[in-house]
Every structure is written in C-alpha cells, then in structure tokens.
C-alpha cells in the first residue's frame, strides 16, 4: 500500500551549536515541558535530545523540529530540505530561522 504523508506546519529552528538558544527556543512554546522532551549537551557540540522514540543526536547544521505533538527531533539536512518547505506568511517569533528553505 502507498500512502501520502498528510501535510502539517511545524516549527523549525537550524541548530548551529549554540545549545542555550535551542533550549531558548524550546521555552518559548506555552505548553513545553522539559521533562518530557529534555535536551542537553552531549560531546562538544552536538546536543542530545530526548524524543519519543528514545535518545537521538543533533549536529551543529542539523535541524529540530517540533512535531504536532510537541515533541521535539532532529532531522539531517538533507533529509529536512527534501521534505520541507517554507509555508507563505511571516517568520517564526520564536527564534528559529530557515536558513537554506
């Protein structure tokens, strides 16, 4: 069976390293809590993320999303420019950016 993924809007924010914006970003959502979805530094730069499938790992240059759940995963660069795109209207107030969309 195929099947097409319904389209949704979600939030991006491009991590670059800088873990206190993420968590920033993070805490700007009404209904985030950090112990559900909780990030932290893990080796140098890259920042562990706690998702709903377990432990996963973002890079610097690494996108996180925020899914329709509220929760929170990274996504390889090449994978989020094959299967996002900019929506029409205003950018995020939340401090994300979209670079390369």
Do not use: N
């Not at 968590?23 to 809590?33: E, G, T, V």
């Not at 730069?45 to 499938?53: A, D, N, P, R, V």
């Amino acid at each position: 069976m195929k099947v097409r993924k319904l389209p949704v809007e979600v939030d991006a924010f491009r991590y670059t390293g800088d873990v206190d914006a993420v968590i920033a970003w993070k805490r700007s959502f009404a209904d985030y809590d950090p112990a559900r979805c909780p990030m932290s530094p893990f080796a140098g730069y890259c920042l562990s993320i706690g998702t709903l499938e377990g432990e996963h790992i973002a890079s610097p240059g690494d996108w996180i999303i925020r899914g329709v759940q509220g929760e929170f995963y990274p996504c390889k660069p090449d994978i989020f420019e094959a299967t996002c795109e900019r929506v029409e209207g205003p950018a995020t107030t939340r401090g994300g950016h979209a670079e390369g969309l």
